[in-house]
């Protein structure tokens, strides 16, 4: 059974049809990777899947339910955690901070017993701040708990901002570009750490513009152009694919 | 309620939705340029207002309103210059405060100068109490006065806007500021410049209604919700709208008045604009998609 | 994190300092100011949960003292005598929730209980603010403001032309307001010095209540919405709802300081409900820092005393004005934070204050 299940789905923006009918699945811990080239309708793709946006039509089917329509904390709520292209880490809070953040579906507390500070809120607090340490020590980042987010270094803020993904224990990850602005040596521990991560039981999907990344890690390639799916095949049949060929280096390198 | 009195609130309607079309303009103009919400807007019609009658009392009346104009757009030229230009990418919340205290400081300071006594100018021509019979119905010429000034000073934006340079690169400026810039266009005093037409329409509405309407210290905050709620219910930025806009809201309230009580007159320019801000906040004319675009 | 315990323990001390001082200086009418800048204070307090930490603007909290206020007022001074036969009257009598007290002209008037009025403005505001809280929040930036000044120019109108309201008089001999047995809250100089106690104990328990929400889970859940609310939304936290609560919360400490103060102060007028005020207050937590509880409860301690004092004079609206003004220009992060003395620095070596967030 595929765990994400997408069927027909259309979003279109004024004049501009930005996905038009793709249907695709992400089979049970499988690393699935989505490219194209530039307005393709990757990132729109994506915010339909993790509620942002709201398809015109179509179906969105998680773990056996409907999730397209739902808003995005709800969806969250369900078991799908995602990171941004451009990232989204909270500024004024120190990484752990950020981390703990992700440990919200997985604990209670709310305004009432937060302000009375009641002794579950308190363990629970420290549980929260143990199994966020945890993280850190499985992505390799213990020393940087107490740094302020913001001020880390590009490559550093994008573990944490996986590492604040992984502590909502997702069933489903969706990577948005995981290398934009990593060097070679980051991109390669990046590819590991997915590797990591699917060995963890998590399904992932992912955008990726770094054929390296994807060709190395992924079981599945879906190929969007112009909000079509043109291709959706394992990696070496899709380096072959004369249509995906020919919408990356045109027509001519297509022929040959 | 007899066919008289049903014309009757429609002018009055009529004469304050110019009013308010006119602030709502002033609004426009900068949030094209800026995107900022100008919360001191009010302040510049009640300035044009007062200033016109102290100017009055030892100048003819065209002069006095010239003078008040020319003065009032100085004000607006130095809001710009002392306390909009420092800010650096400022946040949403910051220019709202900030535009805030400035319609306070302005407000203070006219009840400083001034005192709490409402003003007014004359009538233009006629007396109060003169009316004109326009196909039955009574109009004060002021209305007439107050109407022509408006559609004047409309149509003046219009051309301005589309076949002047400086107009066209106040719009160029609004549409990406960083790509005028590239083309040369001095941003800086295009801001600048929306400023102080922003304060001359103001000041300029504020003359000519105030013998209707009467001025006084605190004129301005009502006048500014009531301009934001007209600016809003044409679509942001949308001048022509606007216009439309504020005859809706200005024969509204005056129906109003028929209904219920006075003091709560000011009321029904509050709900209309929660309401326009819960269900439509683009506008009767304004696009949604557009709406969510643009930056808050 | 449990320094704030510390920090509680230093603020009740420089409170009984305070009093002390005004004790051995024989200037205990100064009391009188200091209690009604801590019921301000409590509004401040939660108004600066709401602007700082779940980073909604409001400029219509006056709004939510004054339903506070004017409910309350309304409920004890209006005479019910009239409805003695309705049984609904009288089961009410009987239950305590109505009492009989005398009036200035030795009548008998037949009022709503002081703890009863007390409860039915708090479920009032509580209600008001979950109805105007949902539809308003959706909104941002100019919007959310404008939607909030509209809400606080709407009450406004309302108390200022509804006549049995008080229109312009407001509403005066309100009783005083005997909370526990031996605390009466009013304003009779007897009762100065337990009525200041009462009042800033009122206020440090809300700074309690509150730091220990800032430091919660819902409170990191806020500050994260603050940051970067599509990521918030990306991590299960419900915004929208989030968003909603602090706005109650808020329009409930506002609505307790109206509550109390109108008893303290034996009426309540429709000054306390106009846009100045609002933009008072915020004001102060701007001034305060915006995310910086201590700080905007000292900024309200230091300018509403001043401002109750009168060392303003008629300057009073135009001197929050001003302060507006310049910590927008110089200071956005407020004038109380850790930065404060190398943003003097880099202001006074010519560079700009850099703004943070937000």
């Known amino acids: 059974m595929s765990l994400l299940s997408v069927r027909d789905l259309s979003k279109r923006f004024g004049g501009l049809q930005a996905v038009e009918n793709v249907s695709f699945i992400v089979p049970h811990g499988a690393i699935k990777a989505l490219i194209g080239p530039n307005g393709a309708g990757k990132t729109t793709l994506f915010n339909l899947i993790s509620g942002v946006l709201r398809p015109d039509s179509g179906s969105i089917t998680f773990d056996g339910r409907i999730v397209q329509g739902l808003r995005p904390h709800q969806i969250a709520a369900r078991g799908i955690a995602r990171t941004f292209q451009h990232i989204r880490l909270f500024p004024k809070m120190t990484a752990l901070e950020n981390i703990m953040i992700g440990r919200y579906l997985h604990s209670r507390a709310g305004f009432i017993s937060g302000m009375l500070n009641l002794p579950f809120t308190r363990r629970e607090q420290k549980t929260v701040a143990a199994k966020s340490r945890e993280m850190m020590e499985f992505l390799g980042i213990t020393d940087l708990a107490d740094a302020e987010a913001t001020s880390l270094a590009y490559g550093q803020q994008r573990i944490v901002e996986l590492g604040r993904a992984l502590a909502c224990e997702p069933k489903l990850l969706l990577l948005d570009e995981p290398a934009a602005g990593l060097n070679m040596r980051e991109t390669v521990e990046m590819c590991a750490l997915i590797g990591r991560i699917r060995g963890l039981g998590i399904t992932v999907f992912l955008v990726e513009h770094d054929m390296s990344l994807v060709m190395n890690i992924s079981d599945e390639v879906l190929v969007l152009s112009y909000g079509q799916k043109i291709a959706d095949d394992k990696p070496l049949a899709i380096q072959k694919n004369t249509e995906v060929i020919k919408v990356y280096l045109g027509e001519d390198n297509a022929a040959n | ?296 | 994190m449990r320094t704030s315990y510390t920090q509680v323990f230093g603020f009740t001390a420089l409170i009984v300092a305070i009093q002390i001082l005004t004790m051995v200086t024989n200037s205990s009418y100064h009391l009188t100011q200091l209690t009604m800048t801590a019921y301000y204070s409590l509004l401040i307090i939660g108004l600066c949960m709401l602007i700082g930490y779940a980073g909604q603007i409001s400029l219509g909290h006056a709004g939510f003292f004054c339903i506070g206020g004017y409910v309350t007022a309304f409920f004890t001074t209006h005479d019910l005598s009239s409805h003695k036969a309705n049984p609904v009257i009288a089961l009410l009598a009987k239950a305590g929730i109505l009492i009989v007290r005398p009036d200035l002209y030795g009548g008998d008037l037949l009022t709503v209980h002081p703890w009863a009025a007390c409860v039915v403005a708090m479920l009032t505001a509580l209600g008001v603010a979950w109805f105007v809280g949902g539809p308003v929040l959706k909104l941002k930036g100019h919007y959310l403001a404008m939607a909030t000044l509209g809400f606080g120019t709407i009450v406004y109108r309302i108390v200022l032309g509804t006549t049995f309201l008080g229109a312009a008089d407001g509403i005066s001999d309100v009783p005083p307001f005997r909370v526990l047995p031996g605390i009466e809250i009013s304003g009779n100089a007897s009762v100065r010095v337990i009525n200041y106690y009462f009042a800033w104990g009122l206020v440090t328990a809300g700074v309690l209540l509150l730091l220990n929400l800032i430091h919660s889970r819902a409170g990191r859940a806020l500050a994260a919405i603050h940051g970067a609310e599509d990521a918030a939304d990306a991590m299960g936290i419900p915004t929208a709802r989030y968003k909603l609560n602090t706005f109650v919360l808020s329009a409930v400490f506002a609505a307790l300081a109206g509550v109390l103060l109108t008893h303290y102060n034996g009426g309540i007028g429709p000054s306390e409900a106009s846009v100045m005020k609002s933009v008072r207050y915020v004001a102060i937590v701007a001034i305060g820092g915006m995310a910086n509880l201590w700080g905007s409860l000292f900024m309200s301690l230091i300018l509403n005393y001043l401002s109750l004092r009168g060392y303003f004079g008629t300057y009073d609206d135009a001197v929050f004005g001003c302060i507006l003004i310049l910590i927008m220009l110089f200071a956005p992060e407020g004038l109380i934070r850790r930065s404060i003395l190398r943003d003097l620095r880099r202001l006074v070596s010519g560079g700009g204050v850099e703004e943070t967030g937000s």
């Open chain 2, 1 to 296: 309620m007899n066919i008289d009195l049903f014309f009757q609130y429609i002018v009055a309607g009529i004469t304050y939705g110019t009013i308010y079309a006119i602030v709502a303009i002033g609004f426009n103009i900068i949030y094209n340029s800026t995107g900022i919400i100008n919360f001191a807007q009010g302040e510049f019609v009640m300035l044009g207002g007062m200033t016109a009658v102290t100017f009055h009392t030892f100048l003819p009346l065209p002069v006095a309103i010239t003078a008040a104009v020319f003065v009032t757009t100085i004000v607006g030229a130095l809001i710009e210059v002392l306390f909009i230009r420092w800010l650096y990418k400022p946040s949403v919340l910051r220019m709202i405060i900030i535009t805030i205290g400035i319609s306070i400081l302005i407000r203070e300071t006219a009840l400083h100068i001034w005192g709490e006594g409402v003003r007014a100018l004359p009538y233009f021509s006629g007396t109060s109490v003169s009316a004109l019979n326009i196909g039955g119905v009574f109009v004060s010429p002021q209305v007439l006065w107050v109407v022509s000034i408006g559609a004047i000073v409309v149509a003046f934006l219009n051309v301005f806007f589309n076949y002047t340079m400086l107009g066209r690169q106040m719009r160029a400026c609004s549409a990406n500021r960083d790509a005028a810039r590239l083309c040369g266009i001095n941003a800086k005093n295009v801001v600048t410049f929306s400023f102080m037409l922003s304060a001359a329409i103001g000041a300029l509405g504020g003359s000519i209604v105030s013998p209707i309407t009467y001025v006084q210290y605190d004129s301005g905050t009502p006048l500014a919700i009531k301009g934001f709620t007209v600016a809003i219910l044409g679509g942001l930025g949308n001048s022509t709208a606007a216009v439309a806009a504020g005859m809706i809201l200005g024969v509204l309230e005056s129906f109003t008045i028929a209904v219920l009580p006075a003091a709560y007159k000011d009321v029904i320019a509050i709900v209309i604009l929660l309401g326009i801000l819960f269900i439509r906040p683009s506008g009767i004319f304004g696009s949604t998609e557009a709406a969510r675009l643009k930056e808050f």
